[in-house]
């Protein structure tokens, strides 16, 4: 079947109430969100620490969509299937983490998960290229990745169109992370992207008592790319 290019947003847990994530989840999926983003640091590849598998485990009960992990660990490997029994249905490796990423593709997919490949700003796309048939996603990282609430790095875009124009007719999604909200999110859709990480933009100003507020978060970011037609390949 053709890969379904609708528009998915995926509200990143970073910027959630690390308290309650079970009700924060559940939140966010009843104010209409697609997918769950689970941003893993390790305080070594990237300069933050945040989440391991078991509290992947446990917040998957609480998660009817997708749960989208993405791993800015290194090394990666040893982790893989850490993950995958801790209920992640689609596995983000960085490029940038090891020289062997195309083994960490194949070891991503051995567990029955989809593969996604992520790229740092300073990374040019091109360098996807020889991997994308490995790749059910790329993720292009519009800030430097680390820490939530970064401002969005505009030059990305280009690589965006980049990448769309690379991958073709192939199966896989583009997914942007960094900076998404309601002025940022047309233009990378434009460029090609279909998957939209959002944490501040969603979470803020509301909670799981006002839950109401991610929803009308959620909905600007939607009504902005209403009448954006995504690049073709």
């Given at each position: 079947m053709p890969?379904?290019?609708?528009?998915?947003?995926?509200?990143?847990?970073l910027s959630a109430d690390f308290a309650d994530f079970g009700r924060e989840i559940e939140a966010i999926e009843s104010e209409g969100c697609d997918w769950v983003h689970v941003d893993v640091m390790d305080g070594h590849f990237v300069p933050n620490l945040t989440?391991?598998?078991?509290?992947?485990?446990a917040i998957r009960k609480h998660i009817n969509t997708v749960m989208d992990v993405h791993l800015m660990?290194?090394?990666?490997?040893?982790?893989?299937?850490?993950?995958?029994?801790?209920?992640?249905?689609?596995?983000?490796?960085?490029l940038e983490a090891g020289p062997h990423t195309h083994r960490t593709l194949q070891a991503i997919r051995a567990t029955g998960?989809?593969?996604g490949l992520a790229l740092n700003p300073g990374t040019p796309v091109e360098a996807a290229q020889p991997l994308l048939d490995l790749c059910d996603l790329v993720c292009v990282m519009t800030v430097n990745p680390g820490f939530g609430g970064q401002?969005?790095?505009?030059?990305?875009?280009?690589?965006?169109r980049r990448l769309r124009a690379l991958i073709g007719d192939r199966p896989i999604h583009i997914e942007i992370d960094g900076g998404v909200d309601p002025e940022t999110a047309?233009?990378?859709?434009?460029?090609?992207?279909?998957?939209?990480?959002?944490?501040?933009?969603?979470?803020?100003?509301?909670?799981v008592e006002n839950a109401e507020i991610y929803g009308n978060n959620i909905g600007?970011?939607?009504?902005?790319?209403?009448?954006?037609?995504i690049q073709a390949a």
């Open positions: 890969l379904d290019r609708t528009l998915k947003i995926a509200p990143s847990i989440f391991g598998p078991p509290l992947c485990k660990i290194a090394p990666v490997d040893p982790y893989i299937e850490a993950f995958a029994d801790a209920g992640a249905d689609i596995i983000t490796a960085h998960k989809k593969a401002k969005f790095i505009h030059g990305q875009i280009e690589q965006v047309p233009l990378v859709v434009e460029a090609g992207a279909d998957v939209l990480v959002a944490g501040s933009a969603v979470f803020r100003g509301g909670s600007a970011i939607r009504r902005a790319c209403e009448n954006v037609t």
